[in-house]
DNA sequence: AAGGCGTGGGG
DNA sequence: TCCCCAAGCCT
């Protein structure tokens, strides 16, 4: 047995997986995605919850189950509009991936979730956690689905002091959570584990006096609770300074751009933007730049309307935004469109380019 | 392995 | 204000 695991061969496991079990069926929120066991919204709820809160999520999810019911429906259902349902979740790759794996799904598998570790494994954006989960959740396996919520618990009830940071470290989670998992009920099991992370195991002060599984912990024993896990931090972000233009044409009809279909916040709309230079004035940088990459001829407003403040993960935005009007014609593309103010509400934003318009609906 | 990839909320 | 977090995955 692995070395970090030592703790389990002291523990009651019948006993540890019965306390946790009761409490998650006395104590476990009340979530449309627990209404029932339907593999798809299984799915789709896993995907929404990476990196996100439950109470972000909630809204998102009746939205997007009632849009797209099913696999076929999903599967069938048009991009911008996938996409738009999306829109303000944030990593935006997730719903990509989604949408083409819901199209594999019922292509290759006749719209039936698979139910097999290397079968659902092979989806696009399903790693080893989403696997564990969905594997579980909804057919009963007893596969880990191991989340920072079961690192997090069960480095402070095993007393695991690898640093959760590090990639390899999950696979000693997935051992641990094999050794512990109850067979009876592992969806049950891997639910309580994340639940009791989420309510009561929780990163800052946990409600150990409230845990049904304290008799179990090491680290309470010890009282180490609030050391555990380690994890190290990663280092600062980056910043970039960015200049937009909010431009018009004579009908009033607003320019806007579709981002690539890969990296930071692909496939969304924004409106047209480039990094600004040292060398230039913002927007001298932003006219030139209209011009060679739109071939759009412009008279941009001398000063600024806004300045756009926005915090990614990994890097930082400081937007400065200029009204305009466009002189000529422009040429609209599948990435280059002119709309009104009301078809803006069918294209779906960054929420950095949602503040761009509501500072210029405020300014007008 | 390590960095890219969003957003909103809490201490 | 700043830093960290929240049901990770991809390259």
New binding site residues.
């Given amino acids: 047995m692995n070395e970090n695991l030592k703790i389990i061969e002291n523990m009651n496991i019948k006993a540890f997986q019965n306390d946790l079990i009761s409490w998650f069926e006395r104590e476990q929120?009340d979530?449309p995605?627990?209404k029932d066991q339907d593999p798809y919204k299984v799915w789709v709820?896993?995907?929404m919850?990476?990196?996100?809160?439950?109470?972000?999520v909630i809204p998102y999810f009746l939205n997007f189950i009632e849009q797209f019911p099913s696999i076929d429906e999903l599967a069938t259902a048009d991009e911008e509009k996938v996409l738009k349902a999306w829109?303000?979740?944030?990593?935006?790759?997730?719903v990509r991936?989604l949408h083409s794996a819901v199209k594999e799904v019922k292509e290759k598998y006749e719209s039936k979730v698979p139910d097999t570790p290397k079968g659902i494994s092979s989806?696009?954006?399903?790693?080893?956690?989403?696997?564990?989960?969905i594997l579980s959740i909804a057919y009963g396996k007893p596969e880990p689905a191991v989340?920072?919520?079961?690192m997090?618990v069960l480095s402070r009830i095993l007393s695991i002091w690898e640093d959760i940071?590090?990639?390899?470290t999950r696979k000693v989670f997935e051992e641990a959570v094999r050794l512990l998992i109850s067979k009876e009920n592992p969806s049950y099991f891997n639910?309580a584990l994340?639940?009791l992370?989420?309510l009561i195991c929780?990163?800052?002060?946990p409600s150990c006096l409230l845990c049904p599984v304290r008799e179990h912990c090491h680290a309470f024993e010890e009282g180490t609770q609030t050391e555990l896990p380690v994890?190290t931090?990663?280092?600062?972000?980056?910043h970039v300074d960015l200049v937009a233009g909010l431009i018009v044409n004579k009908e009033g009809k607003i320019l806007i751009h579709k981002r690539p279909n890969?990296?930071?916040?692909?496939d969304?709309w924004e409106f047209p933007n480039i990094e600004k230079s040292q060398l230039f004035h913002p927007r001298r940088v932003l006219e030139d730049f209209l011009l060679d990459e739109y071939k759009i001829e412009t008279e941009i407003r001398t000063s600024s309307f806004a300045k756009i403040d926005?915090?990614?993960?990994?890097?930082t935005w400081e937007i400065e935004v200029f009204a305009g009007e466009m002189v000529g014609k422009v040429q609209e593309t599948s990435t280059l469109k002119l709309v009104t103010a009301e078809e803006l509400g069918e294209y779906a934003?960054?929420?950095?380019h949602?503040k761009i318009w509501k500072e210029y609906q405020q300014m007008i």
């Fill in positions: 929120r979530l995605w627990r709820s896993e995907i919850l990476q990196q996100t809160k439950v109470d972000t829109e303000g979740l944030g990593y935006y790759s997730r991936n989806l696009k954006g399903v790693g080893p956690y989403t696997a564990g989960a989340d920072g919520n079961v997090r940071a590090k990639p390899s639910q994340m639940e992370g989420a929780t990163p800052t002060s994890k931090r990663k280092k600062s972000v980056k890969k990296g930071l916040l692909a969304l926005h915090v990614f993960s990994h890097l934003f960054p929420v950095s949602q």
